[in-house]
């Protein structure tokens, strides 16, 4: 069964740091580009961060750049995310999402989320 | 920065026709999907590629794309498909966007 599944969130302080980790099962991880998207409760879908295959380019949301960085081990299977300098507005589920095979960049595998609080 | 612009809500009678419009500059130039999402659960690919369905996506969805506007289609509604709807596109090659929901009810 292709499967992601999120680890690593939690409650943090404004300014702490959070690494997330999304574990990749079923299907060959390295042979696909991923993604981090956040949803904000009650929020609508937010693109945050992309990586290709052999972590040649990474892509940001304005939003994140310069805090949040993006990575992978193909050996392990595992996709990551560092969040930095958190705010309070990051507060938010953050699913990691397989990006599909082409060039549409279509989000076809997502794991069940991971929520990360941002709070004093 | 490229926005995607949806109504907010539709209301559609079971086993009629739900048309939802997803609005951005020259979204026809690029590859617009959709993803369906029901409370608490994550969301789930139903259009890619302006209107492919992927393995398993009833074929009453269906999706166009074309000039500034993607549409998603959901023809003979049923109560399951009630749930929120988000148009998705791959923008300047290095951003993704999301459109910022609408919430479908069957009513």
């Known amino acids: 069964e292709v499967q992601l599944v999120e680890s690593g969130g939690g409650l943090v302080q404004p300014g702490g740091s959070l690494r997330l980790s999304c574990a990749a099962s079923?299907?060959?991880?390295?042979?696909?580009?991923m993604n981090w998207v956040r949803q904000a409760p009650g929020k609508g879908l937010e693109w945050v961060s992309y990586i290709t295959t052999s972590s040649n380019s990474r892509f940001y949301a304005d939003s994140v750049k310069g805090r949040f960085t993006i990575s992978r081990d193909n050996a392990k299977n595992y996709l990551y995310l560092q969040m930095n300098s958190l705010r309070a507005e990051d507060t938010a589920v953050y699913y990691c999402?397989?990006?599909?095979?082409?060039?549409?960049?279509?989000?076809?595998?997502w794991g069940q989320g991971t929520m990360v609080t941002v709070s004093s | 920065s490229y926005e995607l612009t949806q109504p907010p809500s539709v209301s559609v009678s079971p086993g009629q026709t739900a048309s939802i419009t997803c609005s951005g500059d020259k979204l026809g130039d690029k590859y617009a999907c959709w993803y369906q999402q029901k409370p608490g659960q994550s969301p789930v690919l139903i259009i890619y590629e302006d209107d492919k369905r992927p393995s398993g996506i009833p074929e009453r969805f269906s999706g166009s794309n074309s000039g500034n506007t993607a549409t998603l289609t959901i023809s003979g509604t049923q109560a399951m498909d009630e749930a929120d709807y988000y148009c998705q596109a791959w923008v300047s090659s290095t951003a993704g966007v999301f459109g910022t929901g609408t919430k479908v009810t069957v009513l």
């Open positions: 999402a397989r990006d599909s095979v082409g060039p549409t960049h279509a989000f076809d595998v």
């Open positions: 079923g299907f060959t991880f390295s042979l696909y580009s």
